[in-house]
């Protein structure tokens, strides 16, 4: 049996601002804004890519703030990328959360004079702490679920190349 007690209003405006949380990090992500996605996390934050499981060692990770910003920009090699992240689950221990965010991530690039499209299905295993009334990653682990490279194939305007 489920607990029915509704949860109370701070307790719901923790949670908006992590559901907001999630999607400014998409929507930094895909507009490059380093400025906005330095505001998303705690200075000693962690970024770490696994290929199956958290369980499984992390084929890459970075450690403090700089560091994971400055690993972000392996997507510039992209011409553009959308994220689309979907509704997370959320436990709070007090001023802090386990947020596990399933995402699709898809990849604009050209190989070969071909467009392309990478798909990433992906989970993020996330930490958040609320830290001066702000709640703001400190651990994000993003778990490759699938992946898919395909032509694309699409009628109309591309973006221009970079």
């Not at 719901?12 to 996390?41: H, M, P, T």
């Not at 934050?45 to 690993?71: F, N, W």
Request: glycine share 4%; with cysteine.
């Amino acid at each position: 049996m489920t607990d029915q007690t509704p949860e109370s209003p701070e307790r719901n405006a923790d949670r908006l601002a992590i559901l907001q949380l999630c999607a400014e990090y998409a929507q930094g992500i895909d507009a490059r804004d380093v400025e906005s996605l330095e505001r998303l996390f705690t200075e000693d934050a962690v970024l770490a890519i696994h290929p199956r499981s958290v369980s499984e060692p992390p084929l890459s990770e970075a450690r403090e703030r700089r560091r994971v910003l400055r690993g972000m920009k392996v997507l510039d090699r992209y011409r553009a990328t959308h994220h689309s992240v979907g509704l997370p689950t959320i436990h709070f221990d007090g001023d802090e959360a386990r947020v596990e965010c399933p995402c699709r991530a898809h990849h604009l690039y050209e190989r070969d004079g071909t467009d392309r499209v990478y798909v990433m299905v992906i989970r993020y295993y996330d930490r958040c702490v609320r830290r001066e009334g702000r709640w703001l990653f400190a651990e994000r682990r993003l778990v490759v679920l699938w992946e898919e490279d395909r032509a694309l194939a699409v009628e109309g305007r591309l973006l221009p190349r970079r």
